[in-house]
């Protein structure tokens, strides 16, 4: 049967090629027939592109990565910027962290505040007893205040009263009796002055500006990267909707295709480079399709809500030029820039330091005072002075070496900080112009692009010499333009989300306002 088949077919195309040459009957048979045999076997070549085409079969026949990714059923949720502001603050799990560890660094505070403040701490004891016929109940009521003061001073205040009662046979003997205690100790050398004393409750309060600092970097980074996300889901949108129009200009640009050939304008095998386009597009757009559902997936993480919402960014960014005035920003950056802030606050803390280690270098010379009156009791006074230094402990000045090291490698740390936060301010503002200048030349080549593939589809519909791969090739770079400009969007809005992350005013910006206060 195939052997049948096949000379069928053979003798179908001798007969085609014996009529070509009686078309011709002047001309030799030497040349006739070579150029009979060229055009039957370009006849049966674009038949077998035209048969074999993937435009003609089914879309069941194309493998799975072909095929379009199944949306999500449930409607999708619209999300602008400032929506997912609000839920990651509601919901993210490092910010949550941060609250709960400014619970702790309050109680720090609080105690180191704490210092100077009186201690009160009365004590109350009841006992009895029974002898024979004899019962004694004694009754002791304490109560001790102890209290700090800034110049380093102690101060002890104690009170005793007690109460005893004899019941024998009837007969009560009652007796009361109190004692005051009053001791008063005051450092003359090492622990005396106000600077010294302080010095805890200034470190304690500088420790918890640290905190506020770092509190303030952990929700602005936090609030950044879901920022960075949700333009990446806007960017991986807006790529799905470039290649779905793509894919639809290419499969319009096939049926032209098809009619011209129809209309024996151009080759039948021009088209298999049109199909070829298409499958082409097909590819990028599921590409675009999975990098869309990782960035949902992306910025569902960041933000901590069900992975199975489905959500979409409904914002689309409207870009215009932000003109930037080095001075000023300058001056914003020494206010609220973290990095800055911190070197200020690790300067202080060791100059501190420093105070502190050569403090414990000092003979240790104080002052007692010791008061004592009780009932029946003769009052007893008594006033000293107490002297001590230990010999022989190298470890005290190797401290003073080390915190004096320690406040000069800050001293230099803050001074190359500062130095260094005029030029990083210049390179982030250059990069907010630069990226503003692709954007402007990313429009121009989109601009340029489509202009080009619409004159040589009009070309094509009103029969001009247009190949079709010239049409497949203005495609592909329109669709290039256009991810360019949207990547070159996204990248100028970054730069100024950058920018303001480097300055330290996010919060500002999205006006999130942190209570410093007991009531935080």
């Known amino acids: 049967m195939k052997i049948a088949l096949f000379t069928e077919k053979l003798c179908s195309k001798n007969m085609k090629i014996i009529k070509i040459i009686k078309l011709f009957p002047l001309l030799p048979k030497a040349i006739l027939i070579p150029i009979a045999i060229s055009l039957v076997f370009y006849e049966s070549l674009a038949a077998f592109a035209q048969n074999n085409s993937p435009i003609n079969k089914t879309p069941n026949s194309y493998p799975s990565i072909f095929q379009p990714v199944t949306p999500l059923k449930n ?20 910010i949550k962290n941060a609250y709960l560890d400014r ?15 009186p201690d009160f701490t009365p004590t109350l004891s009841v006992s009895a007893n029974k002898l024979g016929d004899t019962t004694n109940t004694n009754s002791t009521l304490d109560a001790r205040v102890v209290m700090k003061i800034p110049t380093g001073a102690e101060i002890n205040f104690g009170w005793s009263g007690n109460t005893q009662t004899n019941n024998n046979n009837a007969i009560n003997n009652n007796g009361f009796g109190q004692n005051l205690q009053l001791s008063f100790r005051q450092p003359l050398l090492r622990g ?47 790529r799905v909707k470039i290649e779905q129009l793509s894919l639809k200009n290419a499969q319009e640009s096939l049926e032209v295709t ?26 990028s757009l599921v590409e675009a399709q999975n990098s869309l559902e990782s960035s949902k997936l992306a910025l569902l993480a960041i933000l901590d809500i069900d992975k199975n919402t489905n959500i979409e960014a409904a914002e689309i960014p409207k870009v215009e030029q932000v003109k930037l005035d080095l001075d000023n920003l ?4 020494i206010k609220n820039q973290p990095s800055y802030l911190q070197s200020q606050l690790n300067l202080e803390t ?25 009932t029946n009791q003769t009052n007893d006074a008594r006033a000293g002075l107490i002297m001590s230094r230990t ?25 190359d900080i500062n130095e260094n936060l005029d030029i990083e301010l210049q390179d982030r503002i250059r990069n907010v112009n630069l990226s503003f200048s692709q954007l402007e030349l990313a429009r121009q080549a989109t601009e340029l692009s489509k202009r080009q593939l619409d004159i040589e589809q009009q070309k094509q519909k009103l029969g001009g010499r247009t190949r079709v791969i ?42 999130i306002e942190i209570d410093t206060g007991d009531g935080e």
Not at 103 to 117: P, S, Y
Not at 330 to 333: G, L, P, R, V, W
Not at 403 to 414: D, G, P
């Open 75 to 94: 409607n999708p949720k619209k999300l602008v910027l400032q929506d997912v502001v609000i839920l990651l603050l509601a919901n993210n799990t490092e």
């Open 103 to 117: 619970i702790i660094q309050r109680g720090e505070l609080a105690v180191a505040e704490d210092k100077f403040r």
């Open 192 to 238: 005396a002055g106000t600077k010294v004393n302080r010095a805890s409750v200034k470190l304690a309060r500088i420790s918890e500006q640290s905190n506020i600092i770092n509190l303030k970097s952990i929700l602005t980074d936090t609030i950044t990267r879901s920022i960075f996300a949700y333009r990446e889901l806007l960017q991986a949108q807006e």
């Open 258 to 283: 098809k009619a011209l050939i129809a209309a024996g304008r151009i080759a039948p095998v021009e088209i298999v480079q049109e199909e070829a386009n298409i499958a082409n597009r097909r590819l």
């Open 330 to 333: 300058k001056q914003t950056a």
């Open 350 to 374: 060791n100059k501190i330091g420093l105070v502190l280690a050569k403090d414990e270098k000092r003979w240790d010379l104080s002052l007692n005072l010791d008061v004592n009156d009780g």
């Open 391 to 415: 010999i022989g402990d190298v470890s005290l000045q190797q401290r003073v070496d080390e915190a004096r090291i320690t406040l000069q490698k800050s001293e230099n740390t803050f001074k």
């Open 470 to 511: 010239d049409i497949v090739n203005f495609q592909n770079d329109l669709v290039q333009a256009q991810n360019a400009e949207l990547f070159a969007t996204i990248q100028y809005l970054n730069a100024l989300t950058t920018l303001d992350q480097f300055l330290g005013t996010t919060l500002q910006t999205w006006n």
